[in-house]
């Protein structure tokens, strides 16, 4: 073994310092549970590595030399200690968590960009992440809290809390306002709609509560998620409608402008609900999203 390393095996010194303990091999093997052949090599290879003998070998006996009763008196302690801070560390409570079943469109453009709160707020709760678009009642994986619009889909168990008011606005990319103006909904057949294929009813839905005549755009293209439409729409492709909950930084930042923002559709609400026997975690996650809403 080379001489020149920081550290010694390890090992090795615990298997000494047992044996130094004892003034025996044999009593070491027993108790660490090995054979006192393994006992004798690994104070063999450690006392190669030191370039030194650390027992006097006699028949039936063994006394530590100077340089034995010296690493034993230094090392010991130093070997407790790292025993005491593995032992402190393995105490610690883990990291809680609360599982979070949410769209893949409300997670990507509401609530991933606020979970840096969240975890700054508590950092102990680790919050993980299930996106799905199925029902929470009809959900395939565990979850403590989810998130939905609407009172319909959920297990009975479940109590329900509205946090999110929500509606349905226009939005475009600026440059694309500026190419091809919309000053009246008239004047959306100049443009290409944006749909999503979960929300394919928005555009008549729309229409009808605003009492529009039937719109016959340029042309129509459509996406499976709305995160999906609102990056065509910040890319210039057309003119999307939207949920105002996921219009994320996207107006604040100038990507997106709202070109007729009276035009607008109320929806439904947006609800979280507890799993039965959920944890505080998932509680103080609920109390965060309120907090959130408000502001």
Known sequence: MSRGASLPPLNALRVFLVAARHRS??????????????????????????????????????????????????????LEQVGSAVRAVMARPPARAVR??????FAVRWLIPRLPDFVARYPRIEPQLVTSTLSPEKATEAFDIAIRRGVEGWPPAFKVQPFLEDELILVMAPS???????????????????????????????????????????????????HLVLQAAVDGLGVALTPTSLLGGDVAQGRLVCPLPRLRLPLQSIYYGCAPGAGREARLFADWLDTQAAA
């Open 25 to 78: 091999f044999s009593r070491a093997a027993v108790e660490l549970n090995v054979t006192h052949g393994a006992v004798s090599r690994q104070v063999r290879n450690l006392e190669e590595f030191l370039g030194v003998a650390l027992f006097e070998r006699q028949i039936r006996k063994i006394s530590l030399t100077a340089e034995g009763q010296q690493l034993f008196a230094e090392s010991s302690p130093a």
């Open 100 to 105: 979070i079943n949410a769209r893949p469109s």
């Open 176 to 226: 694309l306002l500026k190419a091809k103006a919309v000053s009246d909904a008239p004047s959306l057949a100049a443009h290409v709609l944006l749909a999503c294929k979960s929300r394919r009813q928005d555009w008549d839905d729309w229409r009808q509560h605003l009492g529009l005549s039937r719109l016959k755009p340029a042309r129509r293209l459509q996406f499976d998620h709305i």
